[in-house]
């Protein structure tokens, strides 16, 4: 399933943070968009996060693959020492600017928080041809932690209107740096292109041309997202 030998690479986010690349991950990328399109009428919407379109939980099997490759490759470099818990998903992002609720209008991290001595990862597998269609931004807060968190929680409650009248944010999918997030690096898409990072750095899908967007996965912006919780290794 995976490369044994990808091509490998980090950018440093400039925050004690790392983004690390692996290039051709896949032996044959081709098979999970078969899977997606022959499974298409299974993805749903999820109610637990913000994701802008609908997703397809992965067999148990390939999430424990992935796992595999993640403890063998990054997992230490990422602060894990031990998975407790990983799942992956196929993502396929549909939905139009105006759709998009203020929750999906911002950068996110992929948990609100984490137990002492634990730490969470998080992948992203690019499985379309077309750059165009957009990677993954990288942001850090401008303001305090306090007032990040209080922003986070009302972008789950207050629609449009008000979140735009009380934070100045505007709908759209996030893309460049506002107010309140600095954008610090972005990863461009690259097909079979395996990126790993810390679980709570703030991110976003960098989707720039989001009329390019299509619910078809051969030619969508159709991703496989792995999501790992880890103990923390001791420093």
């Known amino acids: 399933m995976f490369n044994a030998s990808p091509d490998v690479s980090s950018i440093d986010l400039g925050n004690g943070q790392a983004c690390h690349v692996f290039d051709n991950a896949l032996r044959d990328p081709q098979q999970l968009i078969e899977l997606a399109v022959a499974r298409r009428a299974e993805f749903q919407a999820s109610g637990h996060n913000a994701f802008p379109g609908p997703e397809l939980r992965m067999p148990e099997d390939f999430s424990a693959a992935l796992d595999g490759f993640f403890a063998l490759h990054v997992r230490r470099a990422l602060g894990g020492r031990r998975t407790l818990r990983a799942y992956s998903r196929l993502s396929l992002v549909t939905l139009t600017p105006a759709q998009l609720s203020p929750a999906q209008s911002i950068c996110h991290r992929d948990r609100m928080q984490i137990e002492p001595g634990r730490c969470v990862a998080a992948c992203v597998l690019y499985l379309f041809h077309d750059p165009a269609l957009g990677g993954t931004g990288f942001y850090r807060?401008?303001?305090?932690?306090?007032?990040?968190?209080?922003?986070?929680?009302?972008?789950?409650?207050?629609?449009?209107?008000?979140?735009?009248?009380k934070y100045g944010l505007a709908g759209g999918y996030?893309?460049?740096?506002?107010?309140?997030?600095?954008?610090?690096?972005?990863?461009?898409?690259?097909?079979?292109?395996?990126?790993?990072?810390?679980?709570?750095?703030?991110?976003?899908?960098?989707?720039?041309?989001?009329?390019?967007?299509?619910?078809?996965?051969?030619?969508?912006?159709?991703?496989?997202?792995?999501?790992?919780?880890?103990?923390?290794?001791?420093?």
């Open 141 to 165: 807060p401008t303001r305090s932690e306090q007032e990040t968190a209080r922003l986070v929680h009302d972008s789950g409650q207050l629609d449009a209107a008000a979140m735009a009248a």
């Open 174 to 235: 996030q893309t460049s740096s506002s107010a309140w997030f600095e954008k610090i690096a972005c990863l461009p898409a690259r097909f079979n292109r395996l990126i790993f990072y810390n679980g709570m750095q703030f991110h976003s899908g960098d989707i720039t041309a989001p009329e390019r967007l299509t619910e078809d996965p051969r030619s969508g912006r159709l991703t496989l997202n792995g999501f790992f919780t880890c103990r923390q290794a001791a420093t």
